[in-house]
């Protein structure tokens, strides 16, 4: 049973990337999924989440707009589709699932604590 995180790449600032967080051995039926970054010399932040139970997502209110959290119908992999990106987005992606947290506007992913997380996936954004 693993996560694993795919789609980091370098990119120009402006442009746009599609990360994965695939699950192996598992489905994430009855999970939330979290995207999360840790630039260099700064602590890990959460980004957005997916409730596969309901279909429910949640921003960060700096991503809103810019960013897009999805999941596949056979809930085997979730999406993060990246678009005007900057040279701040530079980061380690990682993606993680916990079976009992349900995000949302009230709680975002401050409380989050995953069964799993993926190895992570470096972004390079370039001016």
């Known amino acids: 049973v693993q996560l694993q995180a795919s789609g980091g790449?370098?990119?120009q600032a402006g442009g746009s990337l599609s990360l994965s967080c695939a699950a192996a051995g598992f489905t994430f039926d009855e999970y939330t999924v979290g995207w999360f970054r840790q630039a260099p010399g700064k602590e890990r932040e959460g980004l957005a989440?997916?409730?596969?139970?309901?279909?429910?997502?949640?921003?960060?209110?700096?991503?809103?707009g810019r960013f897009t959290i999805s999941s596949d119908s056979a809930k085997t992999t979730v999406y993060l589709q990246m678009n005007s990106l900057n040279p701040e987005d530079t980061a380690i992606y990682y993606c993680a699932a916990d079976?009992?947290?349900?995000?949302?506007?009230?709680?975002?992913?401050?409380?989050?604590?995953?069964?799993?997380?993926?190895?992570?996936t470096l972004v390079t954004v370039s001016s």
Do not use: I, R
């Open 9 to 11: 790449g370098s990119v």
């Open 99 to 120: 079976s009992a947290y349900y995000c949302g506007n009230y709680n975002g992913l401050q409380a989050f604590e995953p069964d799993y997380w993926g190895q992570g």
């Open 49 to 64: 989440c997916f409730n596969n139970n309901d279909d429910t997502t949640y921003y960060v209110d700096s991503l809103k």
